[in-house]
Structures are given as C-alpha cells and as structure tokens.
Antibody, heavy 125, light 109 residues
Framework: QVQLQQSGPGLVKPSQTLSLTCAISGDSISTQGVAWAWIRQSPLRGLEWLARTYYRSRWYSEVADPLISRLIINPPTSRSQFSLQLKSVAPEDSAIYYC???????????????WGPGTRVTVSS | ENVLTQSPGTLSLSPGERATLFCRASQSLRNNDLAWYQQRPGQAPRLLIHGASRRATGIPDRFSGSGSGTDFSLSIRGLEAEDVAVYFCQQYGTSGPLSFGGGTKVEIK
C-alpha cells in the first residue's frame, strides 16, 4: 500500500520561501509510468494542480504556468521523497498543500490515486 | 483551460436514497479522461472513479460513474452516513492543464 507523508512549516512569512517534502513508502519515486505531484486547496481557488515530477530515463518536472517563475521542483536526491519550493509567498498562497501519486494517461495528464494528508500553510507576518 | 462545472452545489438526501451528481466540461474529454474524488471533512481527497466509469481499488459498487464527451455523472446508491462529503470531478483529457470542478456537497437529512 502506497503511503505519502508530508513535512513542512505551517506558517511562513510573506516574501519568504515555502519548502515542503513528501516521503513515499510502498513505492519508489523512479517507478516508470507514474508521476509525483503537488496540489493545493483553498477556499478562493478550490483544488489547484501545481507541479509534477517523473522519471523517464531522466528526471522531468512540469510546473503550472501561473507559478512557473516562483515554484521549483528539484530532481529528487532520494528514491523515497520529493520536494517543492515556492518562492516569494504571499497571503494568497495560504492553502492546504497535498502531495499525490499521479497516473498520466495519453494526454500526459492523469488522475491521483494516493494522496498525502495535507499540510495547512498560512502566509502571514 | 477546460473548466468543469459541478451541480448541484449541495445535495441533501435521506439515508438509503440515491444521489446523482453532475460534472460538465467546457471542452470534450478524449478517452473520457475524468475522475471523481470524495473528500470527507478534514481529510484529503480519495479517488473513487477514473476513466469516467472505472472504480478505483477498494471502492464499493454503490459508487458508479458514467458519461462521455462533456457530460458526466456520479451515482451513489443507498446513501450512508459515511458518504457525507464533498465530491469533486477532475479532468485529465486535454493537453492544457488538468483541472478540478468546484465540488458538490452531499448531506444526510
């Protein structure tokens, strides 16, 4: 059974960088055919896909267009975890952040079969 | 972006009744690439259906999905107290960003 466990701060000051990590058990980050994603949920924007990383002979990452200048997905350094960095956060980045396993289909996009429990992040001074 | 509109916003039914939730896409989904999730209060979303009608592992057959193109539905047969949740649809069938619907809240009378 795949399990995802998240870690990271619950409170971040405006203009700082939010760093979140997702630890995987029951699977490997380099499993072919899957991707590992970040999604956030807020009352303002609902569920919003942020980014994904995946291994297909080398590491790839994709970031949602509105966040491409602020969100960094570094190639994983461990087979059992991946991370996200969101720079220059603002109050509108306050949300519950989830990591999830994604099954990409022919469109290159997929559905999410396992989710982490979520990290509630508040951006406030 | 393919916008998903869910209806109704809230569904209030008695135990044992059948709930039918709807999801309409602004653009047709190839391969019926649509998923449904259940989110109970305080929990992460849980995959119920993918490919419009394929139940995820461990999901009871009280849950069923149907539809194609732009119009999809999720049915919950024999509503139980544990079904109280918000239900989201999600599309992954277009080359633009994947997207989620705004959700339907299911309540028990």
């Amino acid at each position: 059974q795949v399990q995802l466990q998240q870690s990271g701060p619950g409170l971040v000051k405006p203009s700082q960088t939010l760093s979140l990590t997702c630890a995987i058990s029951g699977d490997s980050i380099s499993t072919q055919g899957v991707a590992w994603a970040w999604i956030r949920q807020s009352p303002l924007r609902g569920l919003e896909w942020l980014a994904r990383t995946y291994y297909r002979s080398r590491w790839y990452s994709e970031v949602a267009d509105p966040l491409i200048s602020r969100l960094i997905i570094n190639p994983p350094t461990s087979r059992s975890q991946f991370s996200l960095q969101l720079k220059s956060v603002a109050p509108e980045d306050s949300a519950i952040y989830y990591c999830a396993r994604e099954w990409p289909q022919s469109s290159g996009r997929g559905y999410f079969d396992f989710w982490g429990p979520g990290t509630r992040v508040t951006v406030s001074s | 972006e393919n916008v998903l509109t869910q209806s109704p916003g809230t569904l209030s039914l008695s135990p044992g009744e059948r709930a039918t939730l709807f999801c309409r896409a602004s653009q047709s989904l190839r391969n019926n690439d649509l998923a449904w999730y259940q989110q109970r209060p305080g929990q992460a979303p849980r995959l119920l259906i993918h490919g419009a009608s394929r139940r995820a592992t461990g999901i009871p057959d009280r849950f069923s999905g149907s539809g194609s193109g732009t119009d999809f539905s999720l049915s919950i047969r024999g509503l139980e107290a544990e079904d109280v949740a918000v239900y989201f649809c999600q599309q992954y069938g277009t080359s633009g960003p994947l997207s989620f619907g705004g959700g339907t809240k299911v309540e028990i009378k």
